[in-house]
């Protein structure tokens, strides 16, 4: 890959599940339904997310549009569109359709002839959470998100928790970073077979720029494959992308681009 320092070991066998991922049963356990023209998430999300077949021509656009929204008649609609080539004939036919370019996701896969974990920040305890520990791990990722330290309504936060805790009863796991006994920091990921999805990396404001995010993820890595992972997967957000490539996150296994349709 360009860019890349090492391929991981099992790139093609990788790469067909995470596309296993948008097509079956994603890390967090929503599934999708198949279609003509692509695949459909089965939830109860109050917007339609649905990845097309890399394969459809733009002349078939239109009718793919009309199955997404016999399968999501109202709201917003996400839809992606995935492969190693960058699709553009395609993109230009969504543009003229109204759809916005809003994310290209490349998952990262780590090589773990790359695991090197740093120093622990002096002051920090990593604990494995578990459902009691929930909430400290929803008001994190709340404030992280806003980047505030006011602590979220009790109406979102009773929301989050409870998507959180779906996950959690699938197969998710999440870990906190306490300073004394307060929670500033978490990460939470999936076991999806012997693979392990990394899929939110939060951060209190007044925390960051500390090694913490780091040590959370060496953690992660450590005892994934301790426990016998054979890949652990990242999408990062292009803040924190650089984190994940100095901990070792260097193929991109598979591209996506996402497109938000009114």
Not at 119 to 133: K, M, T, V, Y
Request: charged share 25%; proline share 6%; aromatic share 10%.
């Amino acid at each position: 890959m360009e860019g890349a320092a090492l391929k991981h070991p099992d790139h093609d066998g990788l790469q067909q599940r995470i596309r296993g991922w948008t097509q079956v049963c994603d890390p967090a356990g929503y599934r999708f339904a198949p279609g003509r023209y692509g695949w459909y998430r089965q939830d109860d999300l109050p917007f339609g997310v649905a990845t097309l077949d890399e394969r459809l021509a733009p002349a078939e656009l239109p009718a793919a549009l009309s199955e997404c929204r016999s399968h999501f008649p109202s709201g917003p609609l996400t839809l992606w569109v995935e492969g190693r080539a960058r699709n553009e004939a395609l993109s230009d036919a969504l543009a003229a359709a109204g759809a916005m370019a809003t994310f290209d996701a490349g998952y990262l896969a780590h090589d773990r002839r790359a695991l090197d974990p740093r120093p622990q920040p002096d002051g920090i305890r990593l604990e494995q959470g578990s459902e009691a520990d929930l909430s400290d791990f929803v008001r994190v990722k709340q404030q992280a998100f806003m980047s505030t330290e006011r602590r979220p309504s009790a109406e979102t936060h009773r929301r989050e928790h409870a998507r959180r805790l779906a996950e959690l009863r699938r197969n998710g796991a999440f870990l906190l970073a306490y300073r004394g006994g307060e929670a500033v920091a978490g990460v939470s990921y999936f076991s999806v077979g012997d693979d392990r999805f990394l899929n939110l990396l939060v951060t209190r404001l007044p925390y960051r720029r500390q090694g913490i995010g780091r040590a959370l993820v060496d953690a992660v890595l450590s005892r994934s494959y301790a426990e016998g992972a054979r890949s652990v997967v990242v999408v990062p957000e292009p803040r924190v992308a650089g984190l994940y490539r100095e901990a070792g996150f260097t193929d991109e296994v598979l591209w996506r681009r996402a497109y938000r349709v009114p």
